[in-house]
């Protein structure tokens, strides 16, 4: 219930989000939906609707049987991150989607919905370990593991999806209660190692593109007209919401203006503030805690360790999207195109969030019928 009226309120915000400007506040709903354009806030309720039907595919087969394929799994993923390295670039330079439909104007993009596939991949390996990690050697081949889709990943370059999955690995390493020396070994470093990806960056035929954003993040009153432009503006909107927001389609409102690029998707929060204000903007960080503490207290009561750990690696992958993508909004963090869940627009997210919480609701479900299932002999059975 509470993932649907989320997903609604997110169709609500790409409606305000792609409004045109007006003179006079609609005063009815249909006067809105009459005098305004509906087709990404129409996409993304079919989305929705798409979202519920693969959340039932995931939940009906047992989460067991997702284990038991998980190399499968894991080599779909990787061939499916190879080929899209050969399909056409599109901003920055990016390879990082299929394109389909009518003129190729949909897309579908392998790594959101690889971010399960690791999840169910690593879940499954350190399930199967008898102990947790403690030697250099034992952290090798689960490197390597995580390695692969990492360097295919930013092969299109997409640091921002590269981002997502690092984390997940990090915080399911810790889960799995590996050595405190090889973890801060690792974030040691992760973060020397940074100093070089800085120079790749740099160094890469599309480096205005990503380096533009740190410097902006920096300094951001930088480049008002151009990289910094975006930030400056989601920040005005924010604020200009105050306590209860300035209401849908209001006349001179940031979000009808156009003024921030990529408003329906990766900065769709800002349009949440200034649409909503601080009591809407409230009620949907609340609307997340809830459902990561949930996910949390659920991961506790999994019947078996496969099942904790894929939802550990859920409550990663959400947490840390939730995170990037308002702080990025409000100027704490680097701008990087990490959609909010359930709220910004585009059917590969919303697909793969409905997805995870499918394969949550899952465990959650099955666990509990196992703890609950009777125990009987062969013979009692026949």
Same mark, same amino acid.
């Given at each position: 219930? =509470?993932? &649907?009226?989320?997903?609604?309120?997110?169709? $609500?915000?790409?409606? +305000? @989000?792609?409004? !045109?400007?007006?003179?006079?506040?609609?005063?009815?709903?249909?006067?809105?939906?009459?005098?305004?354009?509906?087709?990404?806030?129409?996409?993304?309720?079919?989305?929705?609707?798409?979202?519920?039907?693969?959340?039932?595919?995931?939940?009906?087969?047992?989460?067991?049987?997702?284990?038991?394929?998980?190399?499968?799994?894991?080599?779909?993923?990787?061939?499916?991150?190879?080929?899209?390295?050969?399909?056409?670039?599109?901003?920055?330079?990016?390879?990082?989607?299929?394109?389909?439909?009518?003129?190729?104007?949909?897309?579908?993009?392998?790594?959101?919905?690889?971010?399960?596939?690791?999840?169910?991949?690593?879940?499954?390996?350190?399930?199967?370990?008898?102990?947790?990690?403690?030697?250099?050697?034992?952290? =090798?081949? &689960?490197?390597?593991?995580?390695?692969?889709? $990492?360097?295919?990943? +930013? @092969?299109?370059? !997409?640091?921002?999806?590269?981002?997502?999955?690092?984390?997940?690995?990090?915080?399911?390493?810790?889960?799995?209660?590996?050595?405190?020396?090889?973890?801060?070994?690792?974030?040691?470093?992760?973060?020397?190692?940074?100093?070089?990806?800085?120079?790749?960056?740099?160094?890469?035929?599309?480096?205005?593109?990503?380096?533009?954003?740190?410097?902006?993040?920096?300094?951001?009153?930088?480049?008002?007209?151009?990289?910094?432009?975006?930030?400056?503006?989601?920040?005005?909107?924010?604020?200009?919401?105050?306590?209860?927001?300035?209401?849908?389609?209001?006349?001179?409102?940031?979000?009808?203006?156009?003024?921030?690029?990529?408003?329906?998707?990766?900065?769709?929060?800002?349009?949440?503030?200034?649409?909503?204000?601080?009591?809407?903007?409230?009620?949907?960080?609340?609307?997340?805690?809830?459902?990561?503490?949930?996910?949390?207290?659920?991961?506790?009561?999994?019947?078996?360790?496969?099942?904790?750990?894929?939802?550990?690696?859920?409550?990663?992958?959400?947490?840390?999207?939730?995170?990037?993508?308002?702080?990025?909004?409000?100027?704490?963090?680097?701008?990087?195109?990490?959609?909010?869940?359930?709220?910004?627009?585009?059917?590969?997210?919303?697909?793969?969030?409905?997805?995870?919480?499918?394969?949550?609701?899952?465990?959650?479900?099955?666990?509990?019928?196992?703890?609950?299932?009777?125990?009987?002999?062969?013979?009692?059975?026949?």
């Amino acid at each position: 219930a =509470l993932i &649907v009226a989320m997903s609604l309120f997110g169709v $609500l915000s790409i409606f +305000a @989000a792609t409004a !045109d400007p007006v003179s006079v506040q609609p005063s009815t709903i249909m006067e809105m939906i009459q005098t305004q354009p509906t087709q990404y806030a129409n996409l993304q309720m079919l989305w929705l609707l798409a979202g519920l039907f693969m959340m039932a595919v995931m939940l009906y087969f047992d989460y067991e049987l997702y284990g038991k394929y998980a190399n499968v799994i894991y080599w779909a993923n990787i061939a499916l991150l190879f080929v899209v390295l050969f399909m056409e670039r599109g901003q920055g330079n990016m390879a990082g989607w299929f394109y389909w439909g009518a003129n190729a104007t949909r897309t579908i993009q392998p790594s959101e919905f690889g971010k399960i596939a690791i999840i169910i991949a690593l879940a499954r390996l350190f399930a199967s370990r008898s102990k947790p990690i403690t030697r250099v050697a034992e952290l =090798l081949p &689960v490197l390597a593991y995580i390695g692969l889709p $990492l360097l295919l990943i +930013a @092969a299109q370059p !997409d640091y921002g999806t590269a981002m997502v999955y690092i984390v997940v690995f990090g915080v399911m390493l810790f889960a799995s209660g590996t050595s405190s020396r090889i973890l801060i070994g690792m974030v040691s470093i992760a973060v020397l190692a940074l100093v070089g990806v800085w120079q790749w960056m740099s160094m890469a035929e599309d480096s205005g593109f990503r380096t533009n954003r740190i410097m902006v993040f920096i300094d951001q009153t930088s480049d008002l007209q151009g990289a910094g432009m975006q930030t400056y503006n989601a920040r005005l909107a924010v604020g200009s919401g105050g306590l209860w927001g300035k209401g849908l389609f209001t006349p001179g409102s940031i979000a009808s203006l156009n003024f921030i690029p990529f408003d329906h998707t990766d900065f769709v929060f800002a349009i949440v503030c200034e649409t909503f204000g601080f009591v809407g903007a409230g009620l949907l960080v609340l609307g997340y805690v809830v459902l990561l503490v949930r996910m949390i207290i659920m991961s506790s009561q999994a019947a078996d360790a496969f099942g904790a750990y894929t939802i550990i690696g859920i409550v990663a992958m959400m947490l840390f999207h939730v995170f990037e993508n308002i702080a990025m909004v409000i100027g704490l963090m680097p701008v990087t195109g990490i959609p909010l869940p359930f709220i910004s627009y585009g059917g590969s997210n919303l697909l793969t969030n409905f997805m995870a919480m499918g394969v949550v609701l899952n465990v959650s479900m099955r666990s509990k019928e196992k703890r609950t299932r009777p125990t009987l002999a062969p013979a009692a059975r026949l």
